[in-house]
C-alpha cells in the first residue's frame, strides 16, 4: 500500500509518460511534488522501488520502469 505521497508520485510518473512517452527529470518530479531537493525524490522513488511500483536503471536517465497499476 501506498502513502498519499508515493501515490501522489506514482500517478504522475504513469501521466507523465503516458502524454510525453517518456519519464520526467528529477527536476520536474521535484517541482511537482513541491520538494526542495532531489535527495527527497531519490528517497520516494527509492520507496516505490522497494514496494515494487516502480523498477529504476541507475546507468540510464529517466530510466524508471512502471510495475503495477493503482486504482
Known amino acids: 500500500m501506498l502513502t498519499p505521497k508515493q501515490l501522489k508520485l506514482f500517478k ?4 507523465y509518460k503516458n502524454e510525453n ?17 532531489k535527495s527527497g525524490v ?3 522513488l527509492g520507496y516505490l522501488e522497494w ?15 512502471l510495475l503495477k497499476e493503482v486504482a
Do not use: T, V, W
Request: cysteine-free; overall charge positive.
Open 12 to 15: 504522475f510518473l504513469k501521466h
Open 21 to 37: 512517452e517518456i519519464m520526467p527529470k528529477f527536476d520536474e518530479i521535484k517541482s511537482f511534488m513541491n520538494m526542495k531537493s
Open 51 to 65: 514496494k515494487g511500483y516502480i523498477k529504476r536503471h541507475p546507468a540510464h536517465a529517466r530510466a524508471i520502469q
Open 42 to 44: 531519490y528517497q520516494m
